[in-house]
């Protein structure tokens, strides 16, 4: 079966970067989309961005635009965040997702579209 395991959260600073990996297991990833959510505290669960299956398309939040940077390695089965000139803001639990199908939704990634979910790891920005 499917296993997500998401790695490389912590304590930054704000203005600084971190580099969040999820890994999958028992499933080839090939196929489809991938995307990170996070959620805050006493916030919505939203989606912060998507991969296409092949690493063609992509999308991002509007508030992360400029400052994250999604990509996936197929042969190794993982998916990368990028996180640059991280604020208070970013502040949350990430999550990745994988969509059942290889193309990302055109306007925003939500929730609803994802089928399979990692455990999630937490990125704190703060001084």
């Known amino acids: 079966q499917l296993q997500l395991v998401e790695s490389g959260g912590g304590l930054v600073q704000p203005g600084g970067s971190l580099r969040l990996s999820c890994a999958a297991s028992g499933v080839r990833l090939d196929y489809y989309a991938i995307g990170w959510f996070r959620q805050a505290p006493g916030k919505e669960r939203e989606g912060v961005s998507c991969?296409?299956?092949?690493?063609?398309?992509?999308n991002y939040l509007d508030s992360v635009k400029g400052r994250f940077t999604i990509s996936r390695d197929n042969a190794k089965n993982t998916v990368t965040l990028q996180m640059n000139s991280l604020k208070p803001e970013d502040t949350a639990v990430y999550y990745c997702?994988?969509?059942?199908?290889?193309?990302?939704?055109?306007?925003?990634?939500?929730?609803?579209?994802?089928?399979?979910w990692g455990k999630g790891t937490l990125v704190t920005v703060s001084s």
């Open positions: 997702a994988v969509r059942s199908i290889g193309l990302c939704p055109p306007a925003s990634t939500r929730v609803g579209d994802m089928h399979y």
């Open positions: 991969i296409s299956s092949s690493g063609g398309r992509t």
